[in-house]
C-alpha cells in the first residue's frame, strides 16, 4: 500500500525557514515523481516543487522559486522541502503527492506539467505552515 506522511510544519515568523519531511513507503522509491503542493483558505490548490526521483530532475512554480528548494534521500525514501524567507502568502497546507514516472528500462510516463494535480495518484495528509508578522 503506497503511503505518505508529511510533518515539518508549523507556525514562523516571516522571515524564517522550515524544512518539511514526505516519509513514503509501498512503492519503488526510484521510480516514481514527488510533488509538493499547497492549498490556502479560499484558495485553489497549488503546485509549487517536484522532483523526479530517477534522475533528480526538480521543477519550482515562479512563485516560490529562488526561496524553496526540494531534495530527496533514496536511502530514507523521504522528500523533503526546504523553505526559506517565509512570507504570509506561504500560509497553507502542505500536501506531497506521487506519480509512477519510471514504467520501464526505456520508458518514463512525462507529465502535462509536474504540477498537474490529477496526474498524481498518491497524497498525503498535508501539514500546516502558518507564517505570522
Known amino acids: 500500500e503506497v503511503q505518505l506522511g508529511e510533518s515539518g510544519g508549523g507556525k514562523v515568523q516571516a522571515g524564517g525557514s522550515l524544512k518539511l519531511a514526505c516519509a513514503t513507503s509501498?512503492?519503488?522509491?526510484?521510480?516514481?515523481?514527488i510533488g509538493w503542493f499547497r492549498q490556502a483558505p479560499g484558495r485553489e490548490r497549488e503546485g509549487v516543487a517536484a522532483?523526479?526521483?530517477?534522475?533528480?530532475?526538480?521543477s519550482y512554480s515562479d512563485s516560490v522559486k529562488g526561496r524553496f528548494t526540494i531534495s530527496s534521500d533514496n536511502a530514507r525514501k523521504v522528500v523533503y522541502l526546504q523553505i526559506n524567507s517565509l512570507k504570509p502568502e506561504d500560509t497553507a497546507v502542505y500536501s506531497c503527492a506521487a506519480r509512477p514516472y519510471r514504467l520501464g528500462p526505456r520508458t518514463v510516463a512525462i507529465p502535462s506539467s509536474p504540477f498537474t494535480a490529477w496526474e498524481y495518484d498518491h497524497w498525503g495528509q498535508g501539514t500546516q505552515v502558518t507564517v505570522w508578522t
Open positions: 522532483i523526479v526521483n530517477d534522475d533528480g530532475t526538480t
Open positions: 509501498g512503492f519503488t522509491f526510484g521510480e516514481y515523481m
